[in-house]
Protein backbone atom coordinates (compact mmCIF):
# COMPACT_ATOMS: atom_id res chain seq x y z
CA UNK A 1 0.00 0.00 0.00
CA UNK A 2 2.71 2.09 0.55
CA UNK A 3 4.43 1.76 -2.21
CA UNK A 4 1.17 2.12 -4.55
CA UNK A 5 0.71 5.76 -2.52
CA UNK A 6 4.84 6.84 -2.96
CA UNK A 7 4.26 5.59 -6.31
CA UNK A 8 1.06 7.85 -7.21
CA UNK A 9 2.67 10.74 -5.19
CA UNK A 10 5.63 10.20 -7.73
CA UNK A 11 3.21 10.28 -10.85
CA UNK A 12 1.08 13.53 -9.87
CA UNK A 13 4.55 15.28 -8.82
CA UNK A 14 5.81 14.31 -12.17
CA UNK A 15 2.28 15.72 -14.07
CA UNK A 16 2.91 19.17 -11.98
CA UNK A 17 6.93 19.13 -12.76
CA UNK A 18 6.01 18.49 -16.55
CA UNK A 19 3.67 21.07 -16.83
CA UNK A 20 5.86 23.40 -15.04
CA UNK A 21 8.34 22.45 -17.52
CA UNK A 22 6.45 22.74 -20.36
CA UNK A 23 5.44 26.44 -19.56
CA UNK A 24 8.69 27.86 -18.53
CA UNK A 25 10.63 26.04 -22.00
CA UNK A 26 7.54 28.27 -24.31
CA UNK A 27 8.65 31.06 -22.78
CA UNK A 28 12.38 30.92 -22.63
CA UNK A 29 12.90 29.08 -25.69
CA UNK A 30 15.69 31.02 -27.45
CA UNK A 31 17.82 30.72 -24.12
CA UNK A 32 20.12 27.91 -23.32
CA UNK A 33 19.21 24.86 -20.92
CA UNK A 34 20.94 25.31 -17.28
CA UNK A 35 23.58 23.93 -16.11
CA UNK A 36 22.45 21.58 -13.28
CA UNK A 37 25.86 19.91 -12.33
CA UNK A 38 28.04 17.19 -13.54
CA UNK A 39 26.08 13.79 -13.96
CA UNK A 40 27.03 10.87 -12.14
CA UNK A 41 29.14 8.57 -13.19
CA UNK A 42 29.07 5.14 -13.60
CA UNK A 43 29.94 2.07 -14.62
CA UNK A 44 27.85 -0.69 -15.77
CA UNK A 45 27.35 -3.71 -18.58
CA UNK A 46 25.87 -2.93 -21.83
CA UNK A 47 23.26 -5.31 -23.63
CA UNK A 48 26.35 -6.66 -25.57
CA UNK A 49 28.11 -7.65 -21.93
CA UNK A 50 30.32 -4.82 -22.39
CA UNK A 51 32.06 -2.40 -19.91
CA UNK A 52 29.94 0.79 -20.06
CA UNK A 53 30.67 4.01 -18.42
CA UNK A 54 29.38 7.71 -19.10
CA UNK A 55 32.40 9.17 -20.00
CA UNK A 56 32.48 6.99 -22.86
CA UNK A 57 29.74 9.15 -23.94
CA UNK A 58 31.92 12.69 -23.45
CA UNK A 59 31.36 14.58 -26.43
CA UNK A 60 27.67 13.26 -27.29
CA UNK A 61 24.83 14.72 -25.63
CA UNK A 62 23.21 11.61 -24.23
CA UNK A 63 19.76 10.86 -22.53
CA UNK A 64 19.73 8.46 -19.33
CA UNK A 65 16.66 7.14 -18.05
CA UNK A 66 15.55 3.88 -16.17
CA UNK A 67 13.42 1.32 -16.91
CA UNK A 68 13.09 -2.65 -15.97
CA UNK A 69 11.63 -4.98 -18.82
CA UNK A 70 9.14 -6.67 -17.32
CA UNK A 71 7.27 -3.41 -16.36
CA UNK A 72 3.52 -3.31 -18.05
CA UNK A 73 2.58 0.50 -16.86
CA UNK A 74 4.92 2.79 -17.89
CA UNK A 75 7.91 1.54 -19.36
CA UNK A 76 5.86 0.39 -22.47
CA UNK A 77 5.12 4.19 -23.15
CA UNK A 78 8.65 5.26 -22.06
CA UNK A 79 10.70 3.16 -24.44
CA UNK A 80 8.43 3.54 -27.34
CA UNK A 81 7.92 7.24 -27.12
CA UNK A 82 12.32 7.17 -26.86
CA UNK A 83 12.32 5.11 -30.02
CA UNK A 84 9.96 7.74 -32.20
CA UNK A 85 13.03 10.12 -30.95
CA UNK A 86 15.37 7.89 -32.07
CA UNK A 87 14.27 8.00 -35.37
CA UNK A 88 13.12 11.56 -36.16
CA UNK A 89 17.02 12.72 -34.79
CA UNK A 90 18.31 11.21 -38.45
CA UNK A 91 22.04 10.45 -38.65
CA UNK A 92 22.98 12.80 -35.56
CA UNK A 93 21.86 9.35 -33.34
CA UNK A 94 24.76 7.17 -32.51
CA UNK A 95 27.16 10.16 -33.77
CA UNK A 96 26.27 12.71 -32.02
CA UNK A 97 23.34 11.55 -29.59
CA UNK A 98 23.28 8.54 -27.68
CA UNK A 99 20.52 7.13 -25.45
CA UNK A 100 21.61 4.86 -22.06
CA UNK A 101 18.64 2.98 -20.39
CA UNK A 102 19.42 1.64 -17.08
CA UNK A 103 17.44 -1.20 -15.50
CA UNK A 104 15.97 -1.09 -12.12
CA UNK A 105 15.28 -4.88 -11.48
CA UNK A 106 19.26 -5.88 -11.99
CA UNK A 107 17.99 -9.73 -10.54
CA UNK A 108 16.13 -10.35 -13.66
CA UNK A 109 17.18 -7.88 -16.52
CA UNK A 110 20.73 -9.66 -17.58
CA UNK A 111 22.57 -8.49 -20.64
CA UNK A 112 20.56 -11.07 -22.59
CA UNK A 113 17.37 -9.75 -21.57
CA UNK A 114 18.04 -6.40 -22.08
CA UNK A 115 19.23 -7.01 -25.63
CA UNK A 116 15.83 -8.75 -26.36
CA UNK A 117 13.89 -5.87 -24.54
CA UNK A 118 15.52 -3.63 -26.97
CA UNK A 119 14.99 -5.05 -30.06
CA UNK A 120 11.57 -5.77 -29.33
CA UNK A 121 11.02 -1.53 -29.20
CA UNK A 122 13.14 -1.13 -32.32
CA UNK A 123 15.99 0.21 -30.40
CA UNK A 124 19.08 1.06 -32.80
CA UNK A 125 21.89 -0.36 -30.57
CA UNK A 126 24.06 1.94 -32.38
CA UNK A 127 22.93 4.73 -30.28
CA UNK A 128 21.59 3.32 -27.53
CA UNK A 129 22.64 1.30 -24.40
CA UNK A 130 20.69 -0.73 -22.17
CA UNK A 131 22.90 -1.36 -18.86
CA UNK A 132 22.74 -3.28 -16.23
CA UNK A 133 24.86 -4.31 -13.28
CA UNK A 134 25.24 -5.94 -9.76
CA UNK A 135 22.15 -4.22 -7.48
CA UNK A 136 24.71 -2.61 -5.23
CA UNK A 137 25.72 -0.77 -8.22
CA UNK A 138 22.09 0.04 -9.91
CA UNK A 139 21.28 1.60 -6.42
CA UNK A 140 23.78 3.75 -6.23
CA UNK A 141 22.87 5.07 -9.63
CA UNK A 142 19.36 5.28 -9.02
CA UNK A 143 19.98 7.21 -5.71
CA UNK A 144 22.40 9.66 -7.28
CA UNK A 145 20.31 10.36 -10.41
CA UNK A 146 17.18 11.04 -8.25
CA UNK A 147 15.36 8.08 -8.91
CA UNK A 148 13.11 6.35 -6.38
CA UNK A 149 13.33 2.09 -7.16
CA UNK A 150 11.77 -0.08 -4.50
CA UNK A 151 10.78 -3.94 -5.03
CA UNK A 152 7.11 -5.25 -4.43
CA UNK A 153 6.05 -8.51 -2.82
CA UNK A 154 5.41 -10.05 -6.20
CA UNK A 155 8.76 -8.71 -7.72
CA UNK A 156 7.46 -5.66 -9.39
CA UNK A 157 9.12 -2.68 -9.10
CA UNK A 158 7.90 0.65 -8.13
CA UNK A 159 10.07 3.32 -9.31
CA UNK A 160 10.25 6.95 -10.46
CA UNK A 161 10.50 7.69 -14.65
CA UNK A 162 13.37 10.71 -14.20
CA UNK A 163 14.93 11.12 -17.80
CA UNK A 164 18.08 13.15 -17.89
CA UNK A 165 19.91 15.32 -20.44
CA UNK A 166 23.48 15.29 -20.00
CA UNK A 167 25.61 17.84 -22.53
CA UNK A 168 28.86 16.76 -24.66
CA UNK A 169 30.52 17.91 -21.67
CA UNK A 170 29.29 15.57 -18.97
CA UNK A 171 26.85 18.27 -17.43
CA UNK A 172 23.31 17.50 -16.37
CA UNK A 173 21.58 19.91 -18.29
CA UNK A 174 17.56 19.06 -18.02
CA UNK A 175 15.66 16.03 -16.29
CA UNK A 176 11.92 15.08 -17.58
CA UNK A 177 10.55 13.80 -14.59
CA UNK A 178 7.37 11.05 -15.96
CA UNK A 179 6.53 9.93 -19.50
CA UNK A 180 4.35 12.73 -20.60
CA UNK A 181 6.68 15.01 -21.38
CA UNK A 182 6.56 16.21 -25.39
CA UNK A 183 8.70 13.97 -27.76
CA UNK A 184 8.86 17.40 -30.02
CA UNK A 185 10.62 19.24 -26.85
CA UNK A 186 12.75 16.01 -26.06
CA UNK A 187 14.25 16.04 -29.23
CA UNK A 188 14.44 20.15 -29.98
CA UNK A 189 16.38 19.75 -26.06
CA UNK A 190 18.64 17.05 -27.29
CA UNK A 191 19.66 18.90 -30.58
CA UNK A 192 20.30 22.12 -28.76
CA UNK A 193 23.39 21.45 -27.25
CA UNK A 194 24.26 20.05 -30.11
CA UNK A 195 24.59 24.09 -31.17
CA UNK A 196 26.25 25.47 -27.96
Request: charged content about 20%; proline content about 6%.
Amino acid sequence: MRAALVLTLAMLASLMLVQSHDAGHRISQAQQLPEIAPAPEFALTSQDGAPVQLADFRGKVVAVTFIFTMCTATCPVLTPMMSFVQDQLGSDFGAKIAFVSITVDPERDTPEVLKEYAQAFGANLAGWSFLTGPPAAIRDVTRRYGVFASKNANGDVDHTFLTSIVDPRGILRVQYLGVRFDPEEFRRDLLSLLKE
